[in-house]
């Protein structure tokens, strides 16, 4: 178990690192401590597809992750599936309390095991306008046991954030922004309204609510509202608990 003097320190010399490098040697120093063998920072993107869209450094086998990436398992691994419904971090063995058990699951655990990677433990990594990622830690053979997670839990997100830093993924300053009124007639689109319904709601009239959400639309590059919705809601300029709140 990594004592909590330990991940303090090495939490304070995530903060402070400044390249890619330097994260790897510290995420080195924080497997020693756990006493396991890999260590994986990842966004949960198709990096074959899309090699720029995401952030990883892992130590994991080359031969692991290229199969990884062959089979798309950015967006289907079943670890990463069970950190995008949860921010707290777990073993490996409770991820299907988050995420149920598909067809194909226990090949991709199996083919890791193969690789030596038989448990470890994820701290989910969650920010509105970016992909889903998390940082997770992993043995050859033992693992991790409950207490080892609120230690690692408090390097992850540094971790994290001390990558996007490096990486230059810092949210950008001219990410689409909606006015008032705008986001008005989205949230209650987004409830399911119709424009006459949300026009009488906001005290408007029905061609200027769909002359908003037009211009939100062309604001986002979004071909739909449907769209429109998705990608305010994936940069946190509406939320999930804003639109149940319908009133």
């Keep these: 178990m990594l004592p909590l ?3 303090h320190a090495l939490a304070i010399d995530v903060m402070t690192v400044k390249d890619e490098a330097a994260l790897a040697d510290l995420f080195h120093e924080v497997c020693a401590s756990l006493g396991c063998r890999f260590f994986a920072l990842s966004h949960h993107v198709d990096f074959l597809a899309d090699p720029q869209r995401g952030i990883r450094i892992h130590n994991y086998p080359e031969e692991w992750a290229c199969w990884f990436d062959a089979q798309g ?5 079943p670890i990463h599936r069970a950190s995008q419904r949860t921010s707290a971090p777990f073993l490996w063995n409770q991820a299907p309390l988050w995420a149920p058990p598909r067809p194909g699951d226990e090949s991709v655990l199996a083919e890791a095991r193969r690789h030596g990677i038989a448990d470890g433990l994820t701290i989910p990594a969650h920010l509105p306008g970016d992909a889903h990622g998390s940082v997770s830690f992993a043995w050859r053979e033992g693992g991790p046991d409950l207490g080892d997670l609120p230690l690692a839990g408090m390097i992850g997100p540094f971790a994290f954030e001390a990558a996007r830093q490096i990486a230059g993924r810092v949210p950008e300053a001219n990410r689409p922004k909606l006015t008032d009124r705008q986001r008005d007639c989205l949230l209650w689109i987004a409830r399911g309204k119709s424009d006459w319904v949300t026009s009488r709601l ?6 200027t609510v769909a002359e908003h959400v037009k211009n939100a639309r062309g604001r986002y590059d979004a071909p739909t509202r449907m769209a429109l919705m998705i990608r305010a809601l994936w940069d946190g300029t509406i939320t999930f608990g804003e639109i149940a709140n319908n009133r």
């Design 5 to 7: 003097g330990a991940a």
């Design 73 to 77: 398992l950015g967006l289907t691994d």
């Design 202 to 207: 906001l005290n408007l009239s029905q061609d």
